[in-house]
């Protein structure tokens, strides 16, 4: 397995507020890493120091053996509001930054935009504003946008956390085919069937730190660490008015 992602003594710290403690992390090649754990535990600052949006404060970020930087292409980030320029149609959303950044031509950038869209099932949406979109719709744009720029690793922060059900098996399904197609994925999200079923590995985080690093199994069918267990029965205990009509 070729290495793609290593995060190595990751410290993270505003004022004197420990963000991230000492997190180590290798993700292979082709790998798929769900990542869940309680709202303030850190996951969104881990995800948005690997693609360098927010500085660290020790400890390194390499992608493919290299530093990464923020706009080197190699990290891509989808983000829970789609963060979608309401003026522009979706292939302008996923063509402009191509032209600005790549300084890719209009022509190329338009003709890659609705390829990215059609992978997404949009392509006869693309002359559509945001506005007009669902929100499911408005997600698999920016999920196009981010593909757009073939990252070597895509970062997914609860893309699906401000759907509603039905729009949330819509883009879970795309995020699911670029997992068959062998990206490289992080997903944060509270979609624990989805996480179950699609990542090879999970991490649970808690205060900044990660607690449990194992394979599906290990943190979804034998979590072993008390407080991950009870993070999954509280999520569980939600989840199972299914069960329990089932059993009736
Ligand atoms: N720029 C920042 N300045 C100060 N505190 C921050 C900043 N970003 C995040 N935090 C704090 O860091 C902790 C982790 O936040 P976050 O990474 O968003 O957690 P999660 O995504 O797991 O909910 C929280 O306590 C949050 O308030
Ligand atoms: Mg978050």
């Known amino acids: 397995m070729t290495e793609l992602l290593r995060v190595t003594r990751l410290e993270r710290r505003v004022g004197d507020h420990e963000i991230l403690r000492n997190i180590d992390l290798s993700v ?15 996951k969104s600052s881990l995800l948005r120091c690997i693609a360098g949006l927010d500085p660290l404060s020790g400890g390194s970020v390499t992608v493919e053996g290299k530093l990464a930087r923020p706009g080197d292409g190699a990290v891509g980030m989808v983000f829970q509001n789609f963060a979608l320029w309401p003026h522009l149609s979706a292939e302008e959303n996923v063509a402009m930054p191509l032209r600005v950044a ?3 031509g209009r022509e190329e950038a338009r003709a890659i935009a609705r390829r990215m869209l059609d992978r997404v099932g949009l392509a006869a949406l693309a002359e559509r504003k945001p506005a007009t979109l669902s929100g499911g719709q408005q997600q698999r744009v920016a999920i196009a946008r981010t593909l757009a720029a073939r990252p070597r690793l895509i970062l997914f922060d609860e893309p699906t ?4 059900p039905e729009l949330t098996t819509e883009v879970l399904d795309v995020i699911r085919d670029l997992a068959r197609e062998g990206l ?9 069937g989805f996480i179950a079923g699609v990542a090879t590995r999970a991490l649970f985080m808690e205060a900044g730190r990660v607690l449990v690093d194992g394979s599906t199994a290990e943190v979804f069918t034998h979590p072993r660490e008390d407080r991950l267990r009870r993070f999954l029965d509280s999520y569980l205990s939600r989840v199972a008015w299914r069960a329990a009509e089932a059993a009736q």
Do not use: F, N
């Open 184 to 192: 490289t994925m992080l997903v944060v999200s509270h979609e624990m």
């Open 102 to 104: 790549r300084k890719t």
């Open 161 to 164: 956390a401000s759907l509603d």
């Open 28 to 42: 292979a090649r082709g790998e798929v890493l769900g990542i869940i754990g309680p709202s303030g535990s850190g």
